[in-house]
């Protein structure tokens, strides 16, 4: 049975370990590490000292799935706004090993579950880049959407190429009404 708990440090290092290229590292955290590949301190640095990237306090929740066999997927959540009804996702990973198995469905689906009933939020929104297309539609799987406005998508530069980066979302309503 997959479960969710805070992230913790020791988590870092079975997280990182799943990235076996930089490709693999850049779909998941973009532009937002300089190097590869990330460490256990990087991302812990990155986490428990925000880098400078936290605003405040209780804006940044990093998130840890685990089962009976340990842990499995990780991603964060931030609010982005001040009255605390949009939550972004993001840095969403699922043991390599485990991918393709529903993990990824599951651990999104709690994760939406808690922001809706717990966190009192009331969208839900995420990136994801073009060419990560099980990610996309494990997305799609969960309950997410495709935003289909100008802001939709956009481009970033990745290892030199311009990567297509599409938005999706998913609101209470739209959870509420497929979760009855």
Request: negative net charge; contains cysteine.
């Amino acid at each position: 049975m997959l479960r969710l708990r805070p992230y913790k440090p020791c988590d870092a290092g079975t997280i990182v370990s799943w990235c076996k290229d930089e490709v693999s590292m850049r779909k998941w955290v973009s532009d937002r590490y300089e190097k590869f590949p990330i460490t256990a301190e990087d991302m812990n640095h990155k986490y428990i000292d925000c880098n400078g990237d936290c605003d405040e306090e209780d804006n940044f929740f990093p998130v840890t799935a685990f089962d009976e066999s340990g842990v499995v997927g990780h991603l964060i959540l931030r609010f982005v706004d001040k009255e605390k009804k949009t939550l972004r996702f993001g840095f969403v990973i699922v043991d390599d090993s485990k991918r393709g198995m529903g993990y990824g469905k599951e651990m999104l689906k709690l994760t939406i579950q808690y922001a809706f009933e717990i966190l009192k939020v009331e969208k839900i929104t995420l990136g994801v880049f073009e060419n990560n297309s099980a990610a996309y539609h494990c997305y799609k799987a969960a309950g997410f959407r495709d935003v289909l406005t100008e802001n939709g998508s956009f481009l970033i530069e990745i290892m030199g190429e311009k990567w297509r980066c599409q938005e999706l979302e998913i609101t209470k309503c739209e959870f509420l009404k497929n979760n009855v």
